[in-house]
């Protein structure tokens, strides 16, 4: 039995992170999680919102409150963003308390998947 409480899909934006994770969720009957999603519902603002507002430093300090709340729980697929790797103590946190998979994605990839949106 594997003693990590959360299984933590990392990656870059466009990586299938959602998608992938949704999935994985269903299939082990975990809770989902999306991160991103997470922080929009804190909040009440949209994630381009935030960035305007209170710029990216604001943006990470809200990501960084809502990934370690996250993490506190247990029995969860969680998606992180795409940059919430960029903060070593969210580094540290994942690590702690989370399976960690790294997804993948070619940049030509990635660029087809994002124009999506």
């Not at 809770?31 to 604001?58: C, H």
């Amino acid at each position: 039995m594997n003693p990590a409480p959360n299984l933590i899909l990392i990656g870059p934006m466009g990586a299938g992170k959602t998608c992938i994770g949704r999935r994985l969720a269903e299939r082990f009957t975990l809770d989902f999680v999306d991160a991103d999603q997470a922080i929009v519902d804190s909040t009440g603002a949209s994630i381009p919102a935030i960035f305007e507002l209170a710029g990216e430093a604001g943006f990470r300090q809200h990501e960084r409150q809502v990934l370690h709340a996250l993490l506190d729980g247990h029995g969860q697929l969680i998606s992180t963003g795409g940059g919430a790797v960029l903060d070593p103590d969210n580094r540290a946190a994942i690590a702690r308390r989370g399976f960690v998979v790294y997804l993948r994605v070619s940049v030509p990839a990635q660029l087809e998947r994002l124009a999506r949106r």
